[in-house]
């Protein structure tokens, strides 16, 4: 897979490349500290995290006890010394793991394929839903003809577990903390961002299979071009973007792939025919993204000599065939500036052909 779309990929689906966005420049402070001085502590809540497995998220009692021990590490960190000055998120992150916010194979193998699918509305029981509105009694009064979505989409093992946990999960996935501590801790902060990931998957699907000559089409350009909309705004109102390199990152990647296509369809508006090209019929967005990409921080416009580059033989052979000699037809109309002729060349095709008097080029 190409780099450029690869980082696009780790920006905006983060369930495809195995971890969710974090802050790789954000410190861990006091962590040695913090070790020695609530050793104990420590110890019975990563005793209790090991029984945690990552194929699903942890049900609500998992996830109570496991806050219990974490809280009683952070009420220690707090008192020490090394962390006066220091903010109670850094303490938290310090003290805690990511359990609540952590993606497990449920939600990379099913969940978020599952909300795809109800987003797309195919179904009687999905229409008009969106992300931002999929609440708790959504799921609760939809829940039979839910359970056969994800019966149809998901592997059997995460439909049992499902079904026998529907409204826990529910529960846990569609309620916001009773106090918001700013955190972004909580499955409810995950769910969100799983609901933003259903546009990711769409973009990727359309990198993967879209051809770039169906931009010409102007509603498949729109179909796009709402897609990376409906994703930088579904991104900007969520937590787990929360720090500001991550939130320009993920920006920068979405403009660009919007200038990408807008850029695609102005060339086949103002050359149409490339859309004769045989060797364009087969190229992919992604054939021509991770170029693009590169190009962009060079030059502003670059597509064509990327296009070029892929269409040398043809771009040729098309070259030659316009100096084909003929004779000029009779729509031959001159003026004292210039003469204008209409010709035909090999292929039956009209050429406009312009020429300019001498004695206008002094």
């Known amino acids: 897979m190409r780099f450029i779309f690869q980082l696009f990929l780790h920006f905006l689906i983060p369930i495809l490349v195995d971890s969710y966005i974090t802050d790789a420049g954000s410190p861990i402070y006091c962590l040695d500290e913090t070790n020695k001085a609530c050793q104990s502590e420590r110890k019975k809540k990563n005793e209790y995290l090991q029984t945690i497995p990552s194929t699903f998220p942890p049900l609500t009692h998992v996830l109570n006890e496991y806050s219990e021990r974490c809280q009683n590490v952070v009420k220690c960190a707090s ?48 229409e008009g839903l969106a992300p931002g509105n999929l609440t708790s009694q959504v799921f609760k009064y939809e829940k039979q003809c839910f359970l056969k979505i994800v019966e149809t989409i998901c592997h059997p093992e995460y439909f049992n577990f499902f079904q026998k946990n529907y409204e826990d999960v529910v529960e ?17 902060d995950k769910f969100e961002r799983l609901q933003c990931d259903t546009y ?17 089409n102007q509603s498949s350009s729109e179909i ?13 109102n969520i937590c787990l973007l929360l720090y500001k390199e991550e939130k320009n990152k993920t920006k920068e990647h979405i403009h660009l792939f919007e200038k990408f296509i807008t850029n695609l369809t102005e060339v086949f508006m103002r050359r149409p025919r ?36 892929m269409c040398q033989e043809e771009i040729l052979a098309d070259f030659e065939n316009l100096e084909v000699s003929v004779e000029p037809r009779k729509e031959v109309y001159n003026t004292p500036e210039f003469d204008f002729a209409m010709f035909r060349d090999n292929k039956k095709k009209r050429k406009f052909v312009f020429t300019v008097r001498d004695d206008k080029l002094a």
């Open 79 to 126: 008192k020490l010394e090394c962390f006066k000055g220091k903010t109670d998120r850094d303490v938290f992150e310090t003290s805690c793991d990511d359990v609540g916010t952590n993606q497990y194979m449920f939600d990379n193998n099913c969940m978020v394929y599952f909300l795809r699918e109800v987003f797309n509305g195919r179904h009687n029981c999905t």
């Open 172 to 188: 846990s996935y569609t309620t916001k903390p009773a106090v918001d501590d700013g955190f972004c801790a909580s499955p409810n």
């Open 200 to 216: 990711a998957l769409d973009l990727r699907s359309i990198m993967m299979n879209m051809t770039i000559l169906s931009i010409a």
């Open 224 to 236: 796009v071009l709402e897609v990376v909309r409906n994703m930088q705004k579904c991104t900007d």
């Open 274 to 309: 490339l859309l004769e090209f045989k060797c364009l019929e087969n190229i992919l967005f992604i054939d021509v993204f991770d170029d693009f990409g590169y190009c962009k921080k060079i030059e502003k416009n670059c597509l064509m000599p990327i296009i070029s580059k």
